[in-house]
């Protein structure tokens, strides 16, 4: 493999940054939460009944939003939200079908019933699966691998560390209003985070449930305590000047506002597709390398496209962590088809340090081989669910 270093930049030192999330609720959240739960449960049914998972990438989840009209303590959906599954699975082996269709649709619900619980997922949604055969050739790659998988796809992954102060006031307000307790704070929430210089601005929309609101009056309450919490959950990070705007579009004089029904503007605002929403960590980040792999739905033993982008901020963690002259790492893995994964084409990690980066090669060298060498650890994770893959 081309090991290559260069010293780069990290965004805490730049007068401006932007970090966006799109919350578990949002549309195209939603989307890859689902494909990462069918290729999970499509992954225990392998093991379960051949002792191995079998070749599939279900990474094509397409969700049309329904219509809704929401109204202050009460509301209802006129027209069902629409989600297609599409992708690729192995649906026989040694004469014995697989139930792909039942296992993808059951797995779909599942995680609608947890996300959004005023969603009547029997009522409100149309499931449709249209998940095909995989083609022979990528078939016989996957199965060709053996204990040491080859890669199935021509490929990139990204990865940096540590994560900047916007970075972390993002992901912790998230979870803050995730976490609230508030059922009239929907789900779906979509934070932009500008910081310039030392203030960092915060625009938050919130879907807000009208159900648990009687008024407009208790609607701009909610607003105001979704304001506070996420201000709060900021300070716990940083000690930089805060400020926050919670659903900046409303007209509430007009009683024009963001209210739902479900909690997700996925009932009538919106629609959803796999890949177009957060990167591996749970953000996105103009400011650092990625790509537009969707990780979510693919496989976990051959799909460069999933593991490549876990390796590399695993590399760039561990090297970021271990070498003090380095205040911040990123790496980019680069895989060619048919090629052992832990062989990649092209390896290049950045440095944020004030050294030559050549004087810190042998240490960082050690990093990559460490981390490419842990495929099997990480292939146990990813079907735990403790990595954060949207």
Known sequence: MEI???????????????????????PDTLCDAIAERISVELCRHYVDRFGVILHHNVDKVLLCGGAA?????????????EIYLAGRATRSWRGEIVPVDAIAIAACRAHLRDTLPELDVERHVLIVSRIGAGSSDLVGLFSRGGKLPLANDTSCGA?????????????????????SGRPELGADLKIMGVRRDTAIELTIGCALVGRHLPDLAAYVDAKRTARTLAIEAARRVTRLDVEAVVNAADDERAGDVYLTVTGTSAEGGDDGEVGRGNRIGGLITPYRPMTLEAPAGKNPVSHVGKLYNVI???????????????????????????????????????????????????????????????????????????????
């Open 4 to 26: 290559g270093l260069h010293v780069e930049r990290a965004p805490d030192a730049s007068a401006i940054e932007v970090v966006e999330r799109k919350g578990l609720g949002h």
């Open 69 to 81: 009209r929401p109204a202050f303590g009460a509301g209802e959906l006129t027209a069902p939200i």
């Open 159 to 179: 990865g940096f560390a540590p994560p900047s102060t916007l970075e972390r006031v993002v992901l912790e307000v998230d979870r803050a209003l995730a976490r």
């Open 312 to 390: 590399a901020t695993r590399i760039a963690t561990r090297i970021a962590a271990e070498l003090p002259a380095v205040r911040g790492a990123s790496c980019i893995l680069v895989s060619q088809i048919g090629r052992p994964i832990d062989d990649p084409h092209v390896v290049d990690v950045g440095l944020a340090t004030e050294l030559d980066p050549e004087t810190l090669r042998g240490a960082v060298v050690d990093g990559i081989r460490f981390e490419l060498g842990r495929f099997d650890e990480l292939r146990a994770e990813l079907l735990a669910g403790r990595i954060r893959l949207f």
